[in-house]
Structure formats: structure tokens, C-alpha cells
């Protein structure tokens, strides 16, 4: 079984590497291919890549390269993980919504539509090379925003889903809270990528006992901690929003804390800079602590799952993970794309059927939606109005001035990224 990496020179890729060597008996590996255009970062990533299946006496076979046709030539699945304009486009995705009074963040808000308009194009010339050399590959998008992503590739006729951590970071916290193992707890999981609720924890499946109640009765305090959200609110709400909810719920509070500390972006790139300074020790074969703080947790887990599901392989018979919306979710349109539960096999993603979902969070997941449809006309077929548009329909903006200024900032900011710009 072959599996390319696009981006393979990020430095996630020791943790993704970790999970193919120690879940083998999931996904048997006969070659990993890390592609990645910045050959120097890519040879550091592969040097460990390959001591990592040494120390752990992976059989599989670690190659490098530039050439992306080549990479995917005969993969059976191609994984996305790239970040187009690196950590400084992200760090200008932070900083300029700022300067107007909106959250800057990556994924979400100004800052996730700049990232959706130079992502998208880049991800579909990928996904045609891809579906050129192997049209039975399977495309897993781990690449933000991943649901406007995903819904790019769906609608141009790939075989594509979605992956994102949330899920299985909050399986695996509520897990050590109860004293479990992750594999007994089952999450009712709905909304869109980075836009979701825990609205149910049951045990063993999805017809288990919902112990949410109790979970936010005796842990609540921990849990609104994680989440830097008011135990109260936890309590009214009486479900677990992912923390980037909190983007929306305290956006005021996190403006301001944002414009009094350093970037995220800044964070990473350092961190980015000390690992890749680990990663040139020839005596280093297995992923080093501060990667935990790079982000991605479990991140490697979820793929492999993902992964050895879509290829027949094995995995777990439900998986969070980002498709259509199909009538799931019957407030939003077919071709949405949502993030829930689904039975995950060899013909793809069969979201699980969802309890009623309160108007206090489909109302939000609806106006999302709606922007993100917006966001991807403009991803595709660009213009000043599209842009507009999109910013204006974004609930976390709304008001026209800002949506204006937003604008002008966004274009400027990104115009090497644009064509039509």
C-alpha cells in the first residue's frame, strides 16, 4: 500500500510518520511518500521520518521528493497538509482583521477566508494531478479550512473527505476524566469544521448511555477551563462546543487579549524553527515532546483511522470526519459540508442520522454555511465583490464598514496569491 504526503515537509509530519509506525497492524505500509516543494525542510522531516520506522521496526519504505506527479503516481491515498504562503501568510492572516476590531485567526473570520481564497485553487490543481495518475485514489484533506477544502473537492468530482482533530482531542479529555479508554466513548459530534458541538457522550456506541450530564456535572470546571469559556455557560448550554466556539461566544474578550500578546503564528514559526534544529540530530529517532505543542494532537491516530477505513484496511467502524451534508443536518443544504459521526468504509463517508439540533446552534451552523458558500465562489472564480460578499455574510464581521476595509486588507495582503488580483 502506497501513501502520498502533500506538504510533507511540515513539521506535523513526525507525528503522522509516529502514528503509521506504531498503528502498522491498522494500515500496512509497504511506502510513505513525503512530497514537498521546500526540499531542504523536507529532507530534515524525512531523515527522522525514516529513524522513526527504524526505532519501531516499520517494514515500510520512506521516500522524498519535489515532484508531486511523481509522488502520487500509484498512491492509494493522498494525504493534504500544506499551508500555502507558510507561517508569514499566516501571521498577516492574524494581525491586519485586528487592526478593524475582528478576531484574527486562521480559520475562521477575515484571517480563514484569506486562507480559503489561497488554498483552494492550489488544492484543486493537486487533486486533478492526483485524480490524473489514480482515479481510485482517495484524497484525505487535513488542510484548513477544511470544510470550504473539502467542499472544493466534492464538488469537482473527487474522491475526498475531511479530517480534523477536535473530536478525538475531546474523546480522548473526556476519556482520562471518566477513567475510560478513548474506545468506550462515543461523541454525538455536529456542526461544521471548527464550528461544532458535543451534544451527547455515550458509552460504547451510539445507542449508549449519554453520560454528558454527569461528565459536565463533576468535571465541568476542568472542562470550561480547557475551553477558557465560563463554567456557567457550559451549564446553560448543557453540551461541550469546540473551543474555537469561543472565537464567537467571547469574540470582544478575545480581540482584546489578541492585540496584547504575540501572534500564534509567531509561536509557531519559533517552535517551527527548534524543531526543525531537532530534527537535523542524526541520534534523534522518535518525535520530540515540544511537538505536542506545535499542535495536531492525535491528529496521527485520526489519519491512520481515516485512512485504513477508505482503503479497506480496518479502522474504527464510526469516524468524525468532513462530507455532504445529504439531508443529515435537514436545515442545511444537501451539498454543505458537515463534520459528524459517520460509518466510514471502502465507498466513503455515511454520516450516522442526528438528534434534533437546537436552533441556539443550527442557526449559527446555517449562517456559516452560508458564508462558506460565498467563501468558495470567491475562491473559485475570485473578484472584489465575491470577497466583499463573503466578509459581509461572515457572522463574526456583518457590518458593512468593516467588511469594506476587510476587503482592501485582505487583497493587499494576498495579492502574490491571487491570479486575479
Same mark, same amino acid.
Given at each position: ?68 506527479? %511523481? ?118 459530534? *455536529? ?76 509561536? *509557531? ?7 526543525? %534544529?531537532?530534527? %537535523? ?20 491516530? %485520526? ?33 454543505? *459540508? *458537515? ?83
Amino acid at each position: 500500500m502506497k501513501l502520498t504526503v502533500v506538504g510533507g515537509g511540515s513539521t506535523y509530519t513526525p507525528e503522522l510518520v509516529d502514528g503509521f509506525a506504531r498503528l502498522r497492524d491498522t494500515l500496512p505500509l509497504g511506502e510513505l511518500v513525503l512530497v514537498d516543494p521546500a526540499q531542504d525542510r523536507l529532507e530534515l522531516v524525512g531523515g527522522l521520518s525514516r529513524r522513526i520506522f527504524a526505532r519501531q521496526g516499520h517494514p515500510g519504505r520512506i521516500t522524498t521528493t519535489t515532484d508531486l506527479d %511523481a509522488a502520487v503516481d500509484g498512491a492509494d491515498a493522498v494525504l493534504l497538509q500544506l499551508r500555502v504562503g507558510g507561517q508569514a501568510a499566516r501571521q498577516q492572516d492574524e494581525t491586519w482583521p485586528l487592526e478593524c476590531g475582528c478576531v484574527g485567526q486562521e480559520t475562521t473570520g477575515a484571517g480563514g477566508l484569506a486562507k480559503a481564497l489561497r488554498t483552494v485553487p492550489v488544492v484543486l490543481d493537486i487533486a486533478e494531478r492526483v485524480r490524473r495518475a489514480n482515479p481510485h485514489a482517495w484524497i484525505i484533506d487535513f488542510t484548513n479550512p477544511v470544510g470550504i477544502v473539502t467542499r472544493a473537492l466534492l464538488g469537482a468530482g473527487h474522491k475526498a473527505v475531511g479530517l480534523c482533530n477536535v473530536a478525538i482531542g475531546l474523546q480522548r479529555k473526556f476519556a482520562a476524566l471518566l477513567s475510560l479508554e478513548p474506545s468506550e466513548l462515543h461523541l454525538d459530534h *455536529v456542526g461544521l469544521n471548527h464550528l461544532t458541538w458535543e451534544t451527547g457522550v455515550r458509552l460504547g456506541g451510539p445507542e449508549g448511555e449519554d453520560v454528558l450530564p454527569r461528565l459536565l456535572a463533576d468535571h465541568g470546571d476542568t472542562i470550561a477551563a480547557d475551553l477558557r469559556l465560563p463554567r456557567p455557560l457550559l451549564d446553560r448550554l448543557g453540551v461541550v462546543p469546540s473551543y474555537y466556539l469561543r472565537y464567537f461566544y467571547a469574540h470582544d474578550e478575545v480581540v482584546r487579549e489578541l492585540r496584547t500578546k504575540p501572534s500564534r503564528a509567531a509561536e *509557531v514559526a519559533d517552535m517551527e524553527r527548534r524543531l526543525l %534544529a531537532m530534527y %537535523a540530530d542524526p541520534a534523534l529517532d522518535e518525535k520530540p515532546d515540544l511537538l505536542a505543542r506545535r499542535g495536531g494532537a492525535y491528529y496521527s491516530e %485520526a489519519a491512520v483511522d481515516l485512512a485504513a477505513a477508505l482503503l479497506g484496511g480496518g479502522g474504527t467502524p464510526y469516524q468524525v470526519v468532513n462530507t455532504y451534508n445529504d439531508g443529515t443536518l435537514p436545515f442545511l443544504p444537501d451539498d454543505a *459540508v *458537515v463534520e459528524v459521526q459517520a460509518a466510514v468504509g471502502t465507498k466513503g463517508a455515511a454520516p450516522l442520522p442526528v438528534h434534533p439540533v437546537d436552533p441556539l446552534y443550527a442557526g449559527l451552523m446555517a449562517g456559516v454555511t452560508a458564508y462558506e458558500d460565498l467563501a468558495l465562489e470567491a475562491a473559485l472564480h475570485g473578484g472584489r465583490n465575491r470577497v466583499f460578499r463573503a466578509l459581509l455574510s461572515h457572522p463574526l464581521i456583518g457590518q458593512y464598514e468593516y467588511a469594506e476595509t476587510l476587503t482592501d486588507r485582505l487583497i493587499a495582503h494576498n495579492r502574490e496569491h491571487l491570479a486575479w488580483a
